[in-house]
């Protein structure tokens, strides 16, 4: 291991750790008392990713683009992330995913 990039962390004080692009941090039950569980969900960098590469991929190289093409472009690319970034508590992330991609498809067609 990296010894710049390896570290101990102490996951009972709430801190939590990167790995493989997805963030993993210990939470108190709400259910049962005196008890914790480990949430995970996608680490910061994921989504602002995700985001460039849609980005890339939506922006008008030329005027006659056909949209076809562009979703034919664009669903591999979206499919691998959910399938990366479906367990876990990443709901709220997929949203803001959501959120931008329609902004940027209506950007598109304007």
């Given amino acids: 291991m990296h010894p710049q990039r390896a570290r101990v962390v ?4 709430g801190e939590g750790f990167d790995f493989l692009g997805v963030h993993h941090r210990t939470r108190p039950s709400g259910r049962w ?11 910061q960098k994921a989504p602002q990713t995700l985001r460039r590469r849609i980005k890339e991929i939506l922006t008008p190289r030329s005027p006659g ?5 562009l979703v034919a472009r664009l669903n591999p690319v979206l ?6 970034f479906r367990r876990g ?3 709220h ?3 803001a995913i959501n959120r931008y991609l329609h902004e940027r498809l209506a950007l598109f067609a304007s």
């Fill in 10 to 13: 102490q996951l009972t004080e």
């Fill in 33 to 43: 008392l005196g008890h914790w569980y480990l949430p995970s969900w996608p680490s």
């Fill in 65 to 69: 683009t056909a949209s076809a093409a």
């Fill in 79 to 84: 499919r691998r992330w959910t399938a990366d």
């Fill in 89 to 91: 508590s990443s709901a």
């Fill in 93 to 95: 992330i997929f949203e």
